[in-house]
């Protein structure tokens, strides 16, 4: 019984719809806009259309000619279909999901710190971490306060110890023949 399902299954061809034909005028935008994408993602995004409008290949043609799965191959082919050459700029990877305040929020809130320093006092992150806390109404590590002053171009500078022009044997004469 089991080997003549078997036969069955291999006996018949396994076929595929055809997939919706792409709108006209599809394959020279994309051929142009293959010349102007700046980066990776987006020149992989716009060939993935063009290879299917130029070339008439299948999903996983052109997902093994891009190296993707032919899974994000179709998606972005359909999603190209309902919405168009917009979907080929929008990567809707990374961002600030977590943050606490905007980067230009982040900024304001340093300025009155800026100001201090400007004024030559030192900067403590536990203070600037205390303000921060207040400011969004709940704890944060001090590693977030660190990466925010980071982010904004501020580095940590330390006082030296000794003068970089200074010469410990005058400084030990000094000490033993000045007076007590």
Sequence with gaps: MIYY??????????TMRKPAP?????????????KKVKTKTHFQRVQCLWLRAALDLSSQDVALAIGWKAS?????????LREG????????????????????????????FLK????????????IKK?????????VPKSTIYRIVARHGWRKVAPRPRHPK??????????KNSPK
């Excluded at 994000?72 to 190209?80: D, E, F, G, I, N």
């Excluded at 303000?131 to 704890?139: M, S």
């Excluded at 200074?166 to 000490?175: A, H, P, R, S, Y």
Aim: charged share 30%.
């Design 72 to 80: 994000s191959v179709r998606h972005l082919q359909a999603q190209y």
């Design 22 to 34: 792409l709108p006209a005028g599809a394959r020279e935008s994309l051929g142009q806009l293959l």
């Design 166 to 175: 200074g010469d410990e044997v005058l400084q030990e004469e000094f000490k």
């Design 5 to 14: 399902l078997l036969e069955l299954i291999t006996r018949q061809e396994v």
């Design 116 to 127: 201090k320093s400007a004024r030559g006092e030192i900067l403590v992150v536990s203070e």
């Design 131 to 139: 303000a921060y806390e207040k400011a969004i109404g709940h704890r």
């Design 85 to 112: 050459e917009p979907v080929l700029a929008a990567s809707k990877r990374g961002g600030r999901y977590r943050a606490n305040m905007t980067v230009d929020e982040e900024r304001l809130f340093l300025s009155s």
